[in-house]
């Protein structure tokens, strides 16, 4: 069994990116720049295809990735992620006890206090009404399930997209509704340092909108009630910033703005 790191990255001018990522398996490395490149290369026995696009988009990085992944396993990554050493074993191990599992998630927790990840405590299985707490970082996958629901990540959604983030929620969701196996698991594969985002701006007025407009695409008919228990589970956060009832208008209104413009599936 083959892992592939598929890494979702910009503007990097060297190779350095795999020391401080700890890379020790194969990887596919999508820079994305401001040329267009080619390069293979070998580092301590893995197999590196290093990508550069002039282009912007995290769902875009993530799918040149994926289109050219062959691994049995890929795992996608972020460029601020620290792996442990024997990342690769635990994953394929996980994989084998779990023969019927399409998808795992693993604890990848942040060393940003401000910008903590869930922590997964035991092993379970994710369903579409929990799945949507799950970054794209700790996400494993058997590329062959993933291509063969012809299953990709939107290009509406994330950083340097249209709307903000959300093109993760988007594509563990998508599995789910395929009939996608999903799991997760209590075992720590790596660090992320979530020192910085492409997307967040503080809780802005099109924050709460483009959260209105995830909910919509997710579900037409649970949107709304997708929007309240989102205000419910983090109003805190956002207190300083929006009103509850604020917050809940602008959702709205991003549901509302999508459905006139008839977007939604």
């Not at 990255?9 to 490395?29: E, F, G, P, V």
């Not at 290093?50 to 972020?78: H, K, P, Q, W, Y």
């Not at 599992?101 to 942040?110: C, M, Q, T």
Request: hydrophobic fraction near 35%; include cysteine.
């Amino acid at each position: 069994m083959n892992l592939e790191v598929l890494v979702s990255t910009m503007h990097q001018s060297d190779y350095s990116i795999l020391d401080r990522m700890n890379i020790h398996s194969d990887a596919i490395i999508i820079n994305q720049c401001d040329e267009n490149q080619y390069k293979e290369l070998d580092y301590n026995g893995n197999s590196i295809r290093f990508l550069s696009f002039n282009e912007r988009g995290v769902g875009l990085s993530r799918n040149n990735a994926l289109m050219r992944a062959t691994a049995d396993i890929c795992l996608f990554a972020d460029d601020d992620v620290t792996y442990v050493d024997n990342y690769k074993e635990i994953i394929c191990e996980a994989f084998k006890k779990l023969p019927d599992a399409d998808i795992i998630l693993f604890n990848v927790p942040s060393t940003n206090p401000n910008r903590p990840y869930p922590n997964i405590t035991k092993q379970t299985r994710i369903k579409w009404f929990n799945c949507l707490k799950y970054g794209a970082v700790r996400m494993a996958i058997k590329t062959e399930s993933i291509k063969r629901s012809n299953i990709y990540f939107s290009l509406l959604f994330g950083g340097g997209a249209r709307y903000s983030s959300g093109e993760d929620s988007l594509f563990i969701s998508e599995c789910i509704k395929r009939g996608l196996k999903v799991y997760g698991l209590p075992i720590e594969i790596g660090k992320v340092s979530q020192e910085s985002s492409s997307w967040f701006n503080g809780y802005t007025d099109k924050y709460f909108i483009d959260r209105g407009i995830l909910y919509a695409f997710l579900s037409k008919r649970w949107s709304t009630l997708l929007c309240i228990q989102f205000i419910i589970r983090h109003r805190k956060k956002f207190e300083k910033s929006k009103s509850w009832k604020e917050a809940l208008v602008l959702m709205l209104k991003g549901k509302k703005d999508l459905k006139k413009n008839n977007q939604t599936k």
